[in-house]
């Protein structure tokens, strides 16, 4: 079994800052590119950042230059540090790992329970 685990959410003013931080545990054999998403209500699910194992990351156009995506390899970790926010930043925030948990076996994906953010004065 693999388990993530997000923390770090809350209530923030707008233009404030928050981290979020997801840690995978389990039966973990190697874990591949890593992810946040959000989810508001009444809308889908949406991309928000992604890093790969190897430290390249990728942004929804909503968080260029807001937004950052690290992880640490070492400790099967990864962040979102969030700055600027905006209201319309208001969400669950979802992580989301590639997972292989045996050589051989192919990367799997797994979902966190979500953490929410909320962005208001």
């Known amino acids: 079994q693999v388990q993530l685990v997000e923390s770090g959410g809350g209530l923030v003013q707008p233009g404030g800052s928050l981290r979020l931080s997801c840690a995978a545990s389990g039966s973990i054999f190697s874990i591949g590119a890593m992810g946040w998403y959000r989810q508001a209500p009444g809308k889908q699910r949406q991309l928000v950042a992604t890093?790969?194992?190897?430290?390249?990351?990728t942004y929804a156009d909503s968080v260029k230059g807001r937004f950052t995506i690290s992880r640490d390899n070492a400790k099967n970790t990864v962040y979102l540090q969030m700055n600027s926010l905006k209201p319309e930043d208001t969400a669950v925030y979802y992580c989301n790992a590639a997972v292989s948990i045996r050589y051989g076996s192919g990367y799997w994906p797994y979902w966190g329970q979500g953490t929410q953010v909320t962005v208001s004065s």
């Open positions: 890093i790969t194992s190897g430290g390249s990351a």
